[in-house]
């Protein structure tokens, strides 16, 4: 056994440095640092290593160390340097930039991106406490890098270049729980088994065990990592993600940490799932808040309340033009959408999920659960004004049942004073800065109408499953209606899906014991609970799928996973008056705005499109914590033959075997049966 080990160990090293296929298998065991050839004067130099842009060292930044190590890639150069929309070049005319199409194939057959290195990590799952707001949570759920003594929140910050291969070796070192890690916005192309969600592509992982996340980092800009064990991410298992590569637009720092903002309680997930309530609620950035702000009342001592999370910046010289900041914001919330703004400063948006668009100007940016701008900000404030507000603005009409000020009347109107945006180097005083005017908090996503990626798409007018539209595609929609109450259902059932295959509302339910991933075989019959819609088309095929809302619980924050998405329309017509033909459908098909995560206008409709070249099985849910658990949420199984080829058994798969290995352990371990589990196990 020791023999093939190292065998295996040493084929491992072998193909990292003679290749980098995106879908090839590691052995989880083998966690020693893959080494790099040395150099010398008298052989070719390696390829580039060198800062991503913004990495002052001055600066102090968490970032400002980091490197990215592209020596495979010999002949080519840094061009990020001179010009943030280059990244690597050389001088037979190839070029990785921001109008390179990563969701594009290369003459090889793989991806299109660069040939990075290896990023390892090695992250804990542990239960813990946290002192976020003034108030102690003690039933926290944390990750902790086992090389630093004691877990945090937000979770460690995994950083990556673009083209690099991550693994994330994931231990669960909870008493009684089990857990899966989703890597969010994550492509994973060919790769299923990486997405990290139990029930559909693993079991989760009991007490004890562990499971290696290997993929490679196919795009590039913010995310984040959370638990996809129902609602547990909840409690604290949360951390960001960055993967540095091109911009649209130019800045000069980027040392800050990514931005996450959130809301928070201070009782378990499980418990407010159960109960429906939630204890003294609060929104934290950074894992920083005030829990006396957001409530209204004095709850603590005002000295018990920590520090606002601050943003520190620097004015240039006089009659220099001013510092760009790059800053990377994600909204990590379990059921709390956001209009985030900074008192008196624009915003200059050049990202949103891990798209590059054209640059536009703002003063406010509305952000959904799941969703992430890369902005820049210019610190061009006049001399003598140093403090200025970061808001969070909850959308009166976008909660639903959120844990928001709207569910209680004593909340003060400087509930969404956040965080601090300072220039200078001593402590902030308090801010005394007003909220930009005329700031829109309606609940609708940002204005898809200003909204271009630099890498257009051109939707054809015909999707694979619809063969009857023309043009318009007026015909034969492929639908999925949310609702509400449905019929019948586990104990949390609130909400229920209807697609093109079911007659009632049907909540979604899955058994975390039997994976979608090892149950790929054609022979399969899917659960009416399970719910599968099959899309069995080419790698070159697009799909449509409308999705209504008729529920009456607030708009749904709709992500896919395995996937970036075209928005075609979004609308407010209700979709009864879409079905009778009341209301025609008006696609955008040239250079559709793209998310993983949209907003579905409470009443309304979406329409969506992406391509069918990515095989496996693949999550797509409300983002509301609640809602996913309550059953809004369903299963496309993309190209079941191809993902079947791929992934035949633990006999010709190490992703098999893996997933087997997980489950044997979780079946040993899991205390119940899946008769009594309450919510969908998502």
Known sequence: MHIIDSLWAFLTYFLSLTTFSPTRDFEPTEQVPLGFPSYSHTTVPPGPIFKPPGGLPDDGGDGSEFICDYSRMIGFRDCSSANHSCWLTNDKGITFDIGTDYDGLNSNGDINMPNGTIRRYNLEVTDGSWFADGVDFTQARLFRDTSKPAAQYPGPWIQACWGDLIQINVTNKMTDNGTSIHWHGIRQWFNMQADGVNGVTQCPMAPGDWFLYSFNATQYGSSWYHSHYTIQYADGLIGPITIHGPSSDDYDIAPEQPILITDWIHNSAFEYLRDD?????????????NVNSFAGIEIVSPSD????????????????KPYRYLLRLINTSFETTFVLSIDNHNMT???????PIQPYNTTDIFIGIGQRFDVIVAANAPEGQDDFWIRAIIPEDCTGDSVSPNRTSTYKPSYDEIGIFYYGTADPKTPTSEAWPLIDSSCTDEDYDKIFPVVEWMVPAQPANDPHCQSNCEGERENITTGDNPPDG???????????NLSKWTPFRIDYSQPAFLNLNLSRNWTD?????????????????TICDVSSAGPHPLHLHGHDFAILQVSNAPCPALDAGDVPLSLRLQNPARRDVVLVPNGGFVVIAFKTDNPGNWLMHCHIAKHAASG???QILERREDALKRWPDANTSHAVSEAERVCKNWRAWWPGSFEIQDDSGV
């Open 277 to 289: 309530t939630a204890n003294n609620a609060s929104i934290l950035l950074n894992g920083v808040g």
């Open 305 to 320: 309340i920590p520090a606002p999370y601050t943003v520190n910046v620097k004015r240039n010289a006089p009659g220099s």
């Open 349 to 355: 948006v050049v990202e949103m999920d891990f798209v």
């Open 490 to 500: 586990y104990p949390l059932a609130f909400f229920g899906l209807d697609t093109v």
């Open 529 to 545: 609970n399970e719910l599968v819609v099959p899309e069995d088309y080419t790698a070159q095929d697009w799909v449509y799928l």
């Open 632 to 634: 809004l949420g369903l």
